[in-house]
């Protein structure tokens, strides 16, 4: 059974500081996928990435792709209150499944 | 452009009724994957159907099943319901390959008493 396991899974922060969330498992993927999600709603896709060792911004969001595709991480920098949320890391496999795997899931808390 | 849409928002069901829930998918996408996500946990892997066939299914009992229509729209059916099905019901939609981009929907949240 392929696992992402995301830690930490709860994080409360002030504002302007900043955070790293992991998204780690044995398994290769063949691309990840981050997503936000607020209470009530659908996850909304931040980035993909497909290539090991890729790195993508995003304003202040930097998100990497491990050199063997099997782990990821995002990095917020001056972290504000709007970033509070769920972050949610999903993987397909190298295999060639249609199977989307969800992380555990990261629960973040910014407070003014 | 619509994104995906789901119907209804949200339901109240009790144990030993059968709901059906409603999926249409982003304008250009031909492929739709439901989820269940309980409360304080990542999406669990339904199934996903493609071509109006399921095409892979996650570790669900047979209780839970699905259509999909020529518009590419999709319900998800779940049978028997145990008080354990509460959850938010989200539909994913892509074009289809294996690496292609999912976009959700709002989600159902579904409650069984």
């Known amino acids: 059974t392929q696992l992402l396991e995301q830690s930490p899974q709860f994080l409360s922060i002030q504002e302007g500081e900043n955070l790293t969330v992991y998204c780690n498992s044995s398994s290769v993927f063949s691309s990840l996928q981050w997503y936000r999600q607020e209470p009530g709603e659908g996850p909304v896709l931040l980035v993909t990435?497909?290539?090991?060792?890729e790195v993508k911004k995003l304003k202040r969001l930097t998100f990497q792709f491990g050199d063997a595709r099997k782990d990821s991480s995002l990095h917020i920098t001056a972290a504000q209150p709007g970033d509070t949320g769920l972050y949610l890391c999903a993987g397909v496999a190298a295999s060639g499944t249609y199977k989307y795997i969800f992380g555990t899931g990261t629960r973040l808390k910014v407070l003014a | 452009d619509a994104g995906v849409t789901q119907s209804p928002t949200h339901l109240i069901k009790t144990r030993g009724q059968q709901v059906t829930l409603r999926c249409s998918p982003k304008?250009?996408?031909?492929?739709v994957s439901w989820y269940q996500q309980a409360l304080g946990q990542g999406p669990q892997f339904i199934f996903q159907?493609?071509?109006?066939?399921?095409?892979q299914r996650g570790n669900f009992p047979d209780r839970f099943s699905g259509h999909q229509f020529p518009n590419y729209s999709s319900e998800l059916n779940v049978n028997a319901l145990l008080l354990g099905d509460s959850a938010l019901y989200l539909c994913?939609?892509?074009?289809?390959?294996?690496?292609?981009?999912?976009?959700f929907g709002p989600g159902t949240r579904l409650l069984v008493l």
């Open positions: 994913a939609s892509s074009t289809g390959q294996p690496r292609e981009t999912q976009y």
């Open positions: 990435v497909v290539t090991g060792g």
């Open positions: 304008s250009g996408h031909d492929t």
């Open positions: 159907y493609y071509e109006e066939e399921e095409r």
